[in-house]
């Protein structure tokens, strides 16, 4: 069982940045790929960004590609999501996942996660 917790959300003016925190118990963090989603009011949960458990490798939606970074402290059992030149649009709940390593499927896909934080709230005004 693994447990996520994201911090990191709140108001910020567009052009601005946040940084998204997402700590996981477990001391088998670094065999989980981790990734991002996020939810905006009356749309489905979106691919944002995803990590992968071995390499790092990173994956990345094209509307925040070249915006968002992913990143991971395998040391720390955290994941992070640096979110520069915020846009309105970017402005949904957040969500942290985590897949086993044994599981296969493209990355941007919510069924192939194990496990889910709650979530963070970013609004990003105009």
């Known amino acids: 069982q693994v447990q996520l917790v994201e911090s990191g959300g709140g108001l910020v003016q567009a052009g601005g940045s946040l940084r998204l925190s997402c700590a996981a118990s477990?001391?088998?963090?670094?065999?989980?790929?981790m990734g991002w989603f996020r939810q905006a009011p009356g749309k489905e949960r979106e691919f944002a960004a995803a990590?992968?458990?071995?390499?790092?490798?990173?994956y990345y939606a094209d509307s925040v590609k070249g915006r968002f970074t992913i990143s991971r402290d395998n040391a720390k059992n955290t994941v992070y999501l640096q979110m520069n030149s915020l846009k309105p649009e970017d402005t949904a709940v957040y969500y942290c996942?985590?897949?086993?390593?044994?599981?296969?499927?493209?990355?941007?896909?919510?069924?192939?996660?194990?496990?889910w934080g709650q979530g963070t709230q970013v609004t990003v005004s105009s």
């Open positions: 477990g001391r088998t963090f670094r065999s989980y790929s």
């Open positions: 990590i992968s458990s071995s390499v790092g490798s990173t």
């Open positions: 996942a985590a897949r086993w390593l044994g599981h296969s499927g493209p990355y941007p896909l919510p069924s192939t996660y194990d496990y």
